[in-house]
T-cell receptor, first 114, second 110 residues
């Protein structure tokens, strides 16, 4: 079946620094990538949607200059949290969808900003 | 995409069938019903999806009512490892995002 690899699984960074999270589709071409954020005991909240080669579409309330999304190829999307602050600490999850439809999720990245 | 309603939590005895209901009364004709589950601190795992016919795979069965306004996910023989939050999501499968509700927290007990 479809596999999406997300890393790192866990990262701790200092306040003010930037962190990059990678999401790769291993055995299919991901025409669309979705990035979610999940706070403790809450559901997944969509942050942005990106199509390969296009600029990402951000959900209301998500700062596009803070959460940089790149989807330059059909197998790789990255989310960069710039100038991270403690309130950005969360569980970040990517999801990929290909031409055959369906949605495959990565294993998530636990970001802790200290 | 149509909104779904699920019970907040459910318990199930190990070895018994777990039946998780979902209401999606505003579902439209081209929208699929997807089920995912999320075990603590992991990404959501695909379980099953369907349009209008009942579906079965190695993990579960999906029963969709004839009017498609509700569905039930059935785990035939629940194990302790099935303890997770189960999400019922309705989407038109045309590359649109999945919108997650609160899900049902299933606790499988010995």
């Amino acid at each position: 079946g479809a596999v999406v690899s997300q890393h790192p699984s866990r990262v701790i960074c200092k306040s003010g620094t930037s962190v990059k999270i990678e999401c790769r589709s291993l055995d299919f071409q991901a025409t669309t990538m979705f990035w979610y954020r999940q706070f403790p005991k809450q559901s997944l909240m969509l942050m942005a949607t990106s199509n390969e080669g296009s600029k990402a579409t951000y959900e209301q309330g998500v700062e596009k200059d803070k959460f940089l999304i790149n989807h330059a190829s059909l197998t790789l999307s990255t989310l960069t949290v710039t100038s991270a602050h403690p309130e950005d600490s969360s569980f970040y999850i990517c999801s990929a969808s290909g031409v055959r439809g369906g949605y495959t999720f990565g294993s998530g990245t636990r970001l802790t900003v200290v | 995409d149509a909104k779904t309603t699920q019970p907040t939590s459910m318990d199930c005895a190990e070895g018994r069938a777990a039946n998780l209901p979902c209401n999606h009364s505003t579902i439209s004709g081209n929208e699929y019903v997807y089920w995912y589950r999320q075990i603590h601190s992991q990404g959501p795992q695909y379980i099953i999806h369907g349009l209008k016919n009942n579906e079965t795979n190695e993990m579960a069965s999906l029963i969709i009512t004839e009017d498609r306004k509700s569905s039930t996910l059935i785990l035939p023989h629940a194990t302790l490892r099935d303890t997770a939050v189960y999400y019922c999501i309705v989407v038109n499968n045309a590359g649109n995002m999945l919108t997650f509700g609160g899900g049902t927290r299933l606790m499988v007990k010995p």
